[in-house]
T-cell receptor, first 111, second 113 residues
Framework: EDKVVQSPLSLVVHEGDTVTLNCSYE??????LLWYKQEKKAPTFLFML????IEKKSGRLSSILDKKELFSILNITATQTGDSAVYLC???????????FGQGTRLTINP | DAGVIQSPRHEVTEMGQEVTLRCKPI?????LFWYRQTMMRGLELLIY????????DSGMPEDRFSAKMPNASFSTLKIQPSEPRDSAVYFC???????????FGDGTRLSIL
């Protein structure tokens, strides 16, 4: 069975801290890994990763994929209260087009 | 650009009633996905369409659930009859083609009393 596991499930830090969110997966036929941020409504797209070792960066957020060890990390530096959200990791299965989601990491940034 | 549009935003109804959720995908997107999100099970794919054709409905929980996509700009998810355990947030997502990220609507929060 295809599986995506995120850790930690919940994280509380102070503004300005750096955080690392983890995502590991076991799937039959990997195509890509995606990170989404979910605040109150729709999950919003952050990154799509298909190749190992190539860092994707957007402002204070960055992510990297390791296809040998089957995991990805999402880093957020100099966190702000607006970064508080649930971060979802999902894997797309080759040929099936569907996304398998992890449980999410609930990140809380305290001022 | 308009994103994925879902309606209604909230629905509260009594068990046994028919519920219809609606979705308008982003113009030009060829694939449409229906998801359900609960605290216990997270985000689960129910069904998806390519070019208006249902491809995989293995996530649809029971025969009480049905989905249609009569044209490229509209899809419905219907529950008949509804039950309290159907209470969840239902998301619709679309994407342009394989290999591109899915974009989500704001969801419909469904409560069955």
């Amino acid at each position: 069975e295809d599986k995506v596991v995120q850790s930690p499930l919940s994280l509380v830090v102070h503004e300005g801290d750096t955080v690392t969110l983890n995502c590991s997966y076991e799937v039959t036929n990997f195509r890509s890994l995606l990170w989404y941020k979910q605040e109150k409504k729709a999950p919003t797209f952050l990154f799509m990763l298909t190749s190992s070792g190539i860092e994707k960066k957007s402002g204070r957020l960055s992510s990297i994929l390791d296809k040998k060890e089957l995991f990805s990390i999402l880093n957020i530096t100099a966190t702000q209260t607006g970064d508080s959200a649930v971060y979802l990791c999902a894997v797309e299965i080759q040929g099936a087009q569907k996304l398998v989601f992890g449980q999410g990491t609930r990140l809380t940034i305290n001022p | 650009d308009a994103g994925v549009i879902q309606s209604p935003r909230h629905e509260v109804t009594e068990m046994g009633q028919e519920v219809t959720l609606r979705c308008k995908p982003i113009s030009g997107h060829n694939s449409l996905f229906w998801y359900r999100q609960t605290m216990m099970r997270g985000l689960e794919l129910l069904i998806y369409f390519n070019n208006n054709v249902p491809i995989d409905d293995s996530g649809m929980p029971e025969d009480r659930f049905s989905a249609k996509m009569p044209n490229a700009s509209f899809s419905t998810l219907k529950i008949q009859p509804s039950e309290p355990r159907d209470s969840a947030v239902y998301f619709c997502a679309s994407r342009e083609q394989g290999g591109e990220p899915q974009h989500f609507g704001d969801g419909t929060r469904l409560s069955i009393l």
